[in-house]
């Protein structure tokens, strides 16, 4: 009878001819983390500042040298704000005119982009060349005639007055166009098979895979909308048609300013902003990702 001999283990490190390599220390996170992380801080001090100024009152607001912190907690900035009566008026009024931007440019800058993708006709490419020129003259060129239009049509002093310049943006219009650009047209062509003609093909088939880029132009578009106080300043005359932006610059007088007032309602105004941002976050991200660098 045989026995079995009972053979020890042997390490890697103890067989002749192995280097024995220490273990490498690596990070639990990406290096550019060490980076990015204060870059972020540098970039949410602001925001940080706004919401400690809203709780502070109006002594300590205009105190030298100004406080960091505050010694107490007071709302009167806040009461101030959701006491006055039109207050509610504005808010309404910057929700009405950028919900309606939003979805006019959804509407049409789908419609746009997607011609602009897909359909060749003699001279697209120069409208193409001319839309994405306009998108580099500046503001302030246009503001002049955007408002004589605005007045022949009897526009001024109304939201519509806010409203019909938006409705499409050449933005809006481009990035579609270069997400549509990045979809492939097998789909399309199997459904063009099927019967489909191109409006409904783009209903229910590139629309449902572009929501990416549709999130992308809906907060942008949005952001833009919201925040925008130049235009509203030279077509809006009458308070209660005021926009949120240019219902808050009533708080600054020539004399005297609430400032608490205005930082609380700063950090009213700002959070619809960032909920959508938030909210549209990782869609954003992505389109900026598959179409961006398409040609």
Request: aromatic share 10%; proline share 6%; hydrophobic share 55%.
């Amino acid at each position: 009878m045989t026995t079995r001999a009972h053979v020890a283990p042997v390490s890697a490190s103890q067989l002749p001819g192995v280097i024995h390599q220490p273990r490498r220390w690596r990070l639990p996170f990406s290096p550019w983390h060490l980076l990015l992380a204060p870059l972020a801080l540098v970039f949410a001090a602001p925001l940080v500042w706004l919401l400690l100024s809203s709780v502070m009152s109006n002594a300590e607001i205009n105190r030298f040298p100004p406080s960091l912190w505050p010694s107490g907690i007071d709302f009167s900035g806040y009461r101030y704000v959701l006491e006055n009566a039109l207050f509610l008026r504005w808010f309404t009024n910057s929700l009405i005119v950028s919900v309606v931007t939003v979805a006019a440019n959804l509407v049409f800058g789908s419609l746009g982009g997607y011609a602009f993708a897909r359909m060749r006709f003699r001279g697209s490419k120069v409208m193409l060349g001319l839309m994405m020129a306009t998108m580099a003259v500046p503001f302030q060129l246009t503001m002049i005639p955007t408002f004589l239009v605005m007045k022949k049509l009897g526009l001024i002093d109304s939201l519509g007055a806010l409203i019909v310049p938006s409705l499409v943006t050449p933005f809006a219009v481009f990035l579609l166009r270069q997400f549509f650009l990045s979809l492939p047209r097998e789909l399309e062509e199997a459904a063009w098979i099927d019967g489909c003609s191109r409006l409904r093909v783009l209903i229910r088939i590139v629309l449902p895979l572009s929501r990416p880029a549709l999130s992308t132009v809906a907060v942008l578009t949005f952001l833009s909308t919201w925040n925008d106080l130049t235009w509203p300043l030279i077509a809006i005359n009458h308070d209660t048609q005021y926009t949120l932006q240019l219902g808050l610059t009533t708080f600054q007088g020539q004399h005297h300013t609430n400032w608490a007032a205005v930082m609380a309602g700063n950090v009213i105004t700002v959070l619809p902003v960032l909920l959508a941002f938030l909210g549209a976050q990782k869609t954003f991200i992505q389109s900026i990702t598959s179409s961006g660098l398409k040609g």
